[in-house]
């Protein structure tokens, strides 16, 4: 289901004091599979986690992916391994590149990043701006020296790209209200962290949803507030499981000694689709189509509907 | 008189709202005259009907909820401050604070510009525009469909059993989600479900409480956040054995009731 590459480092190279560049080549003959403006690369980092990654558009001429990977504090540790552990030459196993975050023809576009958010945004801009398109981009960090790819931006026309910097302070927070009050045909694409997103959902609440569209790199979690459990039943040989609210269908198996593969866990890069035979799902992710919810299930974040859910594993 | 394990319920009404404009913001109120067999003045007088809700201002029928723009289907309305005066039919609409069109319903020009918003805001076609639509005397509340008597009813919020189901869930709960037009405290939480067919008094007006109010989806969506964050229905039978909040009462004689009128049982 989901082809597996063999990656090489050729280079890292600091961005800023948290973030790190790392640029992949084939490590063997055959070219990368090419990947469009918006999507991810999910690797499987040092530390034996899968994490996906926002390919930034820098360097597809030359056939490398290209991300940009921030160091966590109390992180789930992927990233940080790719920091800590992983040198030029080193090999690393990937999965072809997808695109949950793709870019609609549109007459104009709006483009927002907050922080690391930045990675898929960037790729967006770069390809907007080869074809000629009418794009503002607006980059909001901290400071300066917190800021990926400054420089590469600020070379571009100064008119089409804002780079504002906080501080920190909320005082300083910049007003978005003036680039969202009036959608008319623009198209929005924004990505950052959650209370930026939140902010930026708030300001564009009467834009029609056609022309928003958004990644969330923190992830949804399977056992919010809203969790309640549920069986799981296995279609080939009904064996039941029971989820409880504080678990993930994913964790469940696990306990259980059955090793599905999995990724972001957070309901965002497809890779532990399961097929649903039978039952209401709660769906969670932000992955699967409306059509596909009703063959297919994210078991990283999804859940039961009501009492049972039978699915392919 | 009527006791709830030994006490008489007593309570005070801590605010008023009605919603002239259906699925649109509460507004508050600071005082209101109930008057016989009335709900709230203008509550759901107004509304915007989908392309196809069958609404016909010539002969009303009472209709769905699902068939005008509302918190369910739509729970992007949330997110739109907006305030309706009843006289001038001035609607402004407000995104976070900060003003993003006014129009005045009363014209054609006005409505239509309305509406088209609308219809980009939720990315339906010109063939698929609401109507905004204007009912009295009869009212768009989702009871309406039941009978003429529960359209004109008002809607109570006893704000100790939004409190303690909070508790039972872990988290605060906006009473807000539940879009009463009384919000009252001082019964014992749930108390009020008990009291279909009673009479109670609000000051000195004195209604009788017809129906326990069950809740749908347009709960779960969180006023402040606008997204969907608590599935309230499904936690309400999950932890009552029903999906009930709030009852909804006739009034039977009127009067004016403000923030701080009493609000008790009358017997039983």
Redesign the interface.
Known sequence: MNETLKLRLEARRDLTSEITEFTFASSGDAPLPPYEPGAHLTLNTPSGNWRSYSLTGVNTSADRYVIAVKREEGGQGGSNSMHADLSIGNLIEARVPKNAFSLETAPRYLLIAGGIGITPILSMFFALRKECKPVQLIYLTRSAEDTAYLDALTAQDAACVIVHHDNGDPEQIIDL?PYL?T?EDCHLYYCGPAGLM?AI???S??????QVHSEDFAGIVAH???A?PFRLRRAATDELFDVPADKSILDVLRENGIAYESSCESGTCGTCRMTLTAGEVAHRDIVLSDEERHTAIMPCVSRAAGEEITVEF | MCFERGRMLTGNIQALYHYPVKGLTAQRIDHVRLNPAQGFPFDREFGFARHDSGYDPNAYKPLPKTRFLMLMMDERLAGLESHFDTETWQLSLHVQGKPLMAADLSTQKGRQETETFFARMFDMTADEMPRFVHAAPHRFTDVSVASEALMNAVSLINTNSVKAFGEKIGQEIDPMRFRGNILFDGWPPFSELDLVGKEIRIGDARAKITLRTRRCAATEVNPKTVKRDLPLPRLLVQHYGHADMGVYAEIETGAEIEPGTPIRCEGV
Do not use: V
């Open positions: 209200w009050q959608p939140q959902y708030l300001n609440i009467h834009w029609p949803r056609s919010s507030g809203t309640h």
